[in-house]
């Protein structure tokens, strides 16, 4: 399948926007539905050809954006495990009920290919590391709401024939991610606001990170595959320490920082990577940046755009 007109859900996002563009330097259509309007700091060529103010739990505003388009991707969620925490209830209603939202209107809207971001917590305590058929064991609110988001991505392909395809990202970093408080993010705010940066517990724990271009390239595998009812995980296969991460951070800032240990927070895993045969073997896709150089150029765009906005 080679979509030209693609609706992505969440677009105004850190992904989205990475997405946006990629999937614009393709030559498709895209529009984004979100609750954030898109930056203005992007270049017009960068931008969505259309922008739709809306909730994704919204069944009308889901249903009229999706008309006429060929493919949704679904990126539009409560990110990570402290709000699932804080807001249990918040956390279902945005990722379970927002996910059924997605291919029920492409069931309706007759498109063809739904793509739901899912994430590497499912799994949850199962020992790592992972594959699609691991059984899954979350240990959060966030897991678990991602879990669902995956079963009603195979319910809706056995139900009504779709081509769902939930991929779980791993942590995902690279430019654009300013706002986020994912732990790439964090701790290159910290050493640019403060030259120091908070480790949790000793830093042993481990997680997998991705850079965020290899992830909209996994995602265009994933709309050009022809199959439904999958899940995938799309991850580097690599297990990173934190503090392996602080010390290439720190050693790409080049800056004297200061590390502080600090308590776990309730619902992490201690460690947190996977296996990437399956999408290697059936997307023909694996990360092509290296974690160094990701981070290095990662850096240089929170450097410059990070520092200058304050």
Request: glycine share 8%.
């Amino acid at each position: 399948m080679n979509p030209q007109n693609v609706l992505i859900t969440g677009g105004s996002g850190f992904i989205g926007r990475n997405l946006v563009h990629y999937q614009k330097l393709l030559g498709r259509k895209v529009t984004v539905l979100d609750l954030e309007p898109f930056p203005d700091t992007e270049a017009k060529h960068d931008r969505p050809d259309r922008h739709v103010v809306g909730d994704v739990t919204d069944p009308q505003s889901i249903r009229k954006a999706a008309k006429g388009h060929d493919a949704i991707v679904h990126l539009a969620a409560q990110i990570g495990v402290p709000g699932s925490i804080e807001d249990p209830e918040k956390d279902c209603i945005t990722n379970v009920l927002g996910t059924l939202r997605v291919p029920d209107a492409a069931r309706l809207a007759g498109i063809e290919k739904v793509i739901v971001a899912s994430f590497a917590a499912p799994p949850g305590r199962a020992e790592p590391p992972a594959s699609e058929s691991t059984v899954p064991l979350p240990v959060s609110p966030y897991g678990a709401s991602k879990l669902a988001g995956e079963a009603y991505c195979l319910a809706y392909h056995g139900s009504y024939a779709l081509n769902t395809i939930a991929l779980r990202f791993s942590n995902v970093y690279g430019p654009q991610a300013g706002h986020k408080e994912s732990v790439v993010a964090k701790f290159m705010k910290d050493i640019l606001t403060a030259s120091q940066l908070g480790i949790d517990r000793t830093g042993s724990q481990t997680r997998d990170f991705i850079f965020v271009s290899d992830l909209c390239t996994a995602i265009d595998k994933a709309l050009a595959a022809d199959l439904g009812g999958e899940i995938f995980q799309i991850i580097s296969g690599k297990e990173t320490s934190f503090s392996e991460l602080a010390s290439m951070i720190t050693g790409a800032s080049g800056y004297d920082v200061q590390i502080n240990y600090r308590p776990s927070r309730i619902g992490d895993v201690d460690r947190n990577f996977s296996y990437i045969t399956k999408a290697r073997t059936v997307l023909n896709w694996s990360q092509a940046m290296e974690l160094a150089r990701g981070i290095s150029e990662t850096w240089n765009w929170f450097e410059e755009n990070v520092r200058t906005a304050g």
